[in-house]
C-alpha cells in the first residue's frame, strides 16, 4: 500500500472550495462568521479531500479566557442591570468575569464576539436569530437563553432558562382581554413599557 500520499493543506482545501485559505481558516477553527453557501463548499471540500486540520496548532487555541458574555437587547435597562448584578457574584466566586454587551444583530457582531473566545454566553433577547445562536454553538460556546419565547430543537451546547416572561405573557392575555374598556401597560425589559388598549370588537 502507498503510504507517500502527499498532505492536503489548508490550499487544496481552498482550491477546491472556491474559496480563500482564511475562509478555510474560519470554518475549520469556527472563530469568524461565514456565509452558509461558503461554508458548506468549505465542509464539502474537507470531506471530500479528507483534509485533517493540524491538531498540535488547534491545541494551542484551547485555552480558557474565564470570560462569560451577557448579551441583551436593552442594556439600559435596570432589569438586566439586576440580573448581571446577581450573576457577577457566582461567577466571580467561580473565577469567571461577566461582561454586559448591546446585542447588535449583525453577522459582524456575531464574529467578533466569537472572536474573543468567551468561555460562556448568556442571551437575553427577543430578536436575535436562532441562526446566530446555531453559530455560537458551533464554535463550541455553550450558550444560555433565557426563555422569552419557544425554543424547539436547541443546538449542541445550548439550554433554555425559564425566565417567567414566556409563561406571564401566556397567563396575562385572559385578562387583558375580558377587560374591554380598560387601557392597561405592557412592559418588555426589551423595550420601554407602552400603552395597550384592546382593539374594539363590532358586537355581530
Known amino acids: 500500500m ?11 482545501v481552498a482550491r477546491e472550495a472556491g474559496v480563500s485559505e482564511t475562509i478555510v481558516s474560519y470554518v475549520v477553527n469556527n472563530n469568524r462568521y461565514v456565509a452558509r453557501e461558503k461554508r458548506a463548499r468549505v465542509e464539502e471540500a474537507i470531506a471530500k479531500l479528507h483534509y485533517r486540520p493540524n491538531n498540535v496548532a488547534r ?27 446577581a450573576m457577577d457574584r457566582y461567577a466571580y466566586e467561580a473565577g469567571f468575569l461577566i461582561s454586559l454587551c448591546a446585542n447588535r444583530n449583525t453577522p459582524e457582531f456575531v464574529s467578533q464576539v466569537i472572536s474573543r473566545q468567551y468561555d460562556g454566553i448568556i ?17 463550541g460556546i455553550p450558550v444560555v437563553l433565557f426563555e422569552h419565547r419557544r425554543h424547539d430543537g436547541l443546538p449542541a451546547n445550548v439550554a433554555a432558562l425559564a425566565s417567567g416572561l414566556y409563561s406571564g405573557a401566556r397567563e396575562g392575555g385572559p385578562p387583558l382581554d375580558r377587560d374591554r ?15 395597550y388598549q384592546r382593539p374594539h370588537r363590532s358586537e355581530a
Open 2 to 12: 502507498n503510504q507517500s500520499r502527499e498532505r492536503v493543506t489548508r490550499a487544496d
Open 59 to 85: 491545541a494551542l487555541k484551547g485555552k480558557r479566557s474565564n470570560q462569560l458574555l451577557f448579551i441583551a437587547d436593552q442594556i439600559t435597562n435596570e432589569y438586566f442591570s439586576r440580573i448581571v448584578s
Open 123 to 139: 442571551i437575553s433577547s427577543t430578536s436575535i436569530p436562532m441562526e446566530y445562536v446555531e453559530y455560537f454553538s458551533k464554535a
Open 181 to 195: 374598556q380598560e387601557k392597561h401597560y405592557l412592559y418588555r425589559p426589551d423595550q420601554p413599557p407602552r400603552q
